[in-house]
């Protein structure tokens, strides 16, 4: 990690936000880890104690946000012990190497997670924001068998389950009780009985109490729709398995103004051993299932169930620009919509004076060719170089 007190990204292109037009040939002022100033070079003159980045060719976003990962995989077992040069290369391969300083775990060992923020809080080794639900609260022997798990690559921990109102209220409380910034909600399994509305709605009582958000997943239309009858404020996937979501689910849906992750890249990724007529078809649906929700004016956070997928989000990107969406819209979702939804908005999600300092600084146009959005010079968190850990070519 490198920094100081006083940087200039000079010569840039600045999206300071995915509404207004970009700052040509830019200044950005960082001072003590916020936002000083931003505008064109000829408008704002680099005082001579800012060091002085070369950013020219670049693009420079507000820092990304995932808002489906999981920091469950066996790499992340015993935070506390992973010696702090492993944990920054880690962090840095899974997350700050494509850009992202803030991100929602929506389900790990919550303990195990804690400790990981921790260490990075305490400056122990560089890596995101980090928000997370601990463990997700389940239907009664939902959990996949230890050998999938292993398969997976998961940590082996137990969830919470719940068969019906009080349990789930009860697991809720205890998780909030214990520090989690949100709740998740596994909405049904392939082996169990599905988890009730009326638990959704228990648990995410408890959650709106605490002013927490709720995750859900879902593993059809039929979920989606009882979820957020339920109040849950997050459809954590698209369900492609299932078929189109019907009218109902998804006026349902806009009405209640919930937000979606579409986690697109996860269904091409678990279809790779099917047939390529099967694997076409199960995109296309998520894909479509996307597109009716964006007719609708609906919001999208990006996220990738990253953890449970490979780490370059490059495909999720192209994904969501066949589903429709223009590159103005796939930065809100990695940006102010986020940082909206999980209220932030004040401080994080746009480059504007006061705000944190967290940045990307992109290699390349990701107006004119979408995969730029995953090709990373450097991030910034506070105004602090996350990535790469040893400086690069460009002076981060
Ligand atoms: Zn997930």
């Known amino acids: 990690m490198s920094g100081t007190r006083r940087l200039a990204l000079a010569g840039g292109t600045i999206y300071a936000n995915p509404d207004d037009d970009p700052i040509r040939d830019g200044v950005l002022l960082i ?38 990962v999981h920091f469950f995989e066996r790499k992340w077992a015993n935070a506390a012990e992973i010696p702090a040069p492993e944990l920054a290369r880690q962090l840095a391969d899974m997350l700050t190497r494509y ?30 924001r980090i928000r997370s639900t601990g463990e997700g609260i389940v239907p009664p022997g939902a959990l996949p068998p230890d050998l999938v798990l292993h398969m997976m690559g998961a940590m082996k921990f137990p969830a919470p389950e719940a068969a019906d109102d009080a349990q789930a209220a009860a697991a809720a409380r205890r998780l909030l009780e214990e520090g989690v910034d949100g709740i998740k909600l596994f909405a049904s399994s392939p082996r169990t009985a599905p ?44 369900t492609p398995h299932s078929g189109p979501w019907d009218e109902t689910t998804l006026t349902e849906m806009q009405q209640r103004q919930v ?105 390349g146009d990701p107006s004119a060719e979408i995969p730029a959005l995953a090709r990373v010079e450097c991030t910034l968190r506070a105004g602090q170089v996350i990535y790469p850990l040893a400086g690069s070519p460009a002076g981060c």
Request: proline share 4%; aromatic share 8%; charged share 20%.
């Open 259 to 363: 937000a979606l992750t579409p986690t697109l890249t996860l269904w091409k990724y678990y279809a790779r051993h099917d047939r390529f007529s099967t694997q076409q078809q199960v995109v296309e649906t998520a894909l479509g299932q996307l597109r009716a929700w964006l007719r609708l004016g609906g919001t999208v956070l990006f996220g990738t169930d990253l953890g449970a997928v490979e780490y370059d989000p490059g495909e999720e990107y192209s994904l969501m620009a066949a589903a429709g969406m223009t590159f103005r819209q796939i930065l809100a979702s990695l940006t102010t919509t986020p940082a909206r939804q999980f209220g932030d908005e004040n401080r994080l999600g746009r480059i504007a004076a006061g705000f944190d300092a967290d940045l990307v600084v992109l290699k």
């Open 31 to 68: 001072e003590d880890g916020k936002i000083a100033a931003a505008g064109s070079r000829s408008a704002l003159e680099i005082p001579q104690t800012f060091r002085r980045l070369d950013c020219s060719g670049r693009t420079i976003t507000a820092g990304f946000w995932n808002s489906h």
């Open 195 to 238: 988890l009730p509305q009326s638990a959704i709605q228990a648990a995410a009582a408890e959650a709106h109490r605490a002013e927490k958000p709720v995750f859900v997943h879902a593993n059809s239309g039929a979920d989606v729709l009882t979820a957020v009858r339920g109040g849950v404020d997050i459809v954590a996937h698209t």
């Open 99 to 128: 850009g992202f300083t803030s991100v929602f775990d929506t389900g790990s060992e919550w303990r195990n997670t804690r400790r990981l923020r921790d260490r990075i809080e305490a400056g122990e080794a560089p890596g995101p």
